[in-house]
């Protein structure tokens, strides 16, 4: 164990590392603290892409909470750092997630674009910003829970180093469940009290492509155009983007406040159909969303 037990926003915390010869697997461990970690706590954490582990936890049991992630072990430093800020503002992520608590997305995002832009400029790295922050800045009255960075391989251990102090996951492989292994990363950019949760990745599991792919990971797959944050010019993937996840996941207030943003831009036909084709929603939805927006 490199750290723990460890107290904070009604967990109980361990940072343990498990080594097979070259390869280390650091392992942060949460699970309900009781009353000693100021508990119950009050939501679960798989929002914040924590899982079970498929056999009891010897730290933590079977409900232990597990983040994992695949690094040499010359990163203990960084790794510990990054699990000491996650549980250190893991109250205030909460609290976003599950009790209505303002995010901070705004100021976030101006100390995102304040490190980020010139250093990726002239290093000639591609980023962009995705989600629902996007669709914000193109005029679309929705509430960011976190700020979605798009970018390449090389861009995500470069923002890692330029928001180092920020982060609550370091920059490793990793499993996100819902887009398989990955290399990626997590900040909190802000006070312990106030701030928003910004999340990056790309793929590493070997496959095709998709046109227009949000987060492929690879330059100029992203449909995007631009949009001005803190005096810079910043790119920013479509509102079709978010527009297709509201629909899918049956949000009727965002989607048609996105389907009004999409309207007053002007639909991307091609982006939509794309996007459409490749999502759950049923034929008739699917009709449904392009009618709405007039493609």
Known sequence: MLSGPDLGAGYLHQLSLDREEERTTFTFHAQDGGA????????????????????????????????RFLLPLAAAPKVRQA???????????????????????????????RRLAEPF?????????????????????????????????????????????????????????????VRAARAFVGTFREGVRVEWAVPLESGRTEPFDEWSGRPGVA?????????????????EYALVRAA??????????????????????????????RSELPPNERRSVRAEVGA
């Open 121 to 181: 400029e002239k290093e000639r790295i591609e980023w962009y910003v995705g989600g629902s922050v996007a669709a914000r800045l193109q005029g679309a009255r929705v509430q960011p829970h976190d700020v979605d960075l798009g970018t390449t391989r090389a861009g995500v251990d470069r923002a890692a180093d330029l928001l180092q102090e920020f982060l609550i996951e370091p920059p490793a492989p990793t499993d996100w469940p819902g887009r398989g292994i």
């Open 83 to 113: 699990y000491n800020r996650n549980r250190f503002v893991l109250e205030t992520m909460i609290a976003q997630a599950y009790e209505g608590a303002p995010v901070a997305f705004e100021s976030g995002l101006h100390e995102i674009v």
């Open 248 to 277: 899918a996941r049956g949000d009727r207030d965002n989607r048609t406040e996105l389907v009004r943003t999409v309207r007053s831009l002007g639909p991307d036909r091609d982006l939509l159909d794309a996007l459409l084709s």
């Open 36 to 67: 000693d970690a100021n508990g119950p706590p009050k939501g679960p954490l798989d929002r914040f892409g924590f899982v079970h582990p498929p056999m009891p936890c010897m730290f933590g049991g079977p409900r232990c909470w597990h983040r």
């Open 223 to 239: 449909r995007c155009v631009t949009a001005t944050v803190a005096g810079r010019t910043v790119r920013v993937t479509r509102p």
